[in-house]
C-alpha cells in the first residue's frame, strides 16, 4: 500500500505545479494563452481567461495541501486528494460538451483517472478496515 501513497504524491505534485503554471500563464498573458488553445484573443477575452488562471491557481493550492497533509499522516489529505480528483475528473466533460474540444477533455479525463484511482485506494492512517 506504500507504493499506492507514493504513486499519490508524486501525481499530486506534478498537478501542482501542472495547474500553477497554467494559472500564472493565463494571468500573465491572457491573450497568448487563448493562441495556444488555438482561439482569437478578442478585447473581452483578458476577464474570463483571468479567472481561469486563478481558478487554477486555487486548484494548485488545494492539491498542494493535499499532498502535505498526505505526507504529514493526515486523514485529510486523502479527502483532499480525491476532491482534487474528481473536480479534474469533472472538467473532462465540461471541457467536450461546451468546448467541443476533445483532446482536452481526454486529457483531464485520463488525468482525473490516474488521480482518482489510487486516491481511492490508499488507506486512511487510523482505518480499521470500515
Known amino acids: ?3 499506492v501513497r ?3 504524491c508524486v501525481l499530486l505534485g506534478l498537478t501542482t505545479l ?4 497554467e494559472g500564472v500563464s493565463g494571468i500573465n498573458d491572457p ?6 488553445l488555438g482561439y482569437g484573443a478578442s478585447p473581452g477575452v483578458e476577464v474570463p481567461v483571468t479567472f481561469l488562471g486563478v481558478a487554477m491557481i486555487v486548484r494548485a493550492s488545494v492539491a498542494a495541501i493535499a499532498l ?3 505526507l504529514q499522516g493526515k486523514p ?3 479527502f483532499l486528494a480525491r476532491f482534487v480528483a474528481l473536480t479534474v475528473l469533472l472538467s473532462a466533460p465540461v471541457l467536450y460538451l461546451k468546448l467541443q474540444r476533445p483532446e482536452f477533455a481526454i486529457g483531464d479525463l485520463v488525468h482525473g483517472l490516474l488521480l482518482l484511482v489510487p486516491a481511492m485506494l490508499v488507506k486512511v492512517q487510523g482505518d480499521s478496515g470500515r
Open 1 to 3: 500500500m506504500r507504493v
Open 6 to 8: 507514493v504513486t499519490l
Open 18 to 21: 501542472l495547474h500553477l503554471v
Open 31 to 36: 491573450a497568448g494563452m487563448m493562441a495556444g
Open 68 to 70: 502535505r497533509w498526505l
Open 76 to 78: 485529510e489529505g486523502v
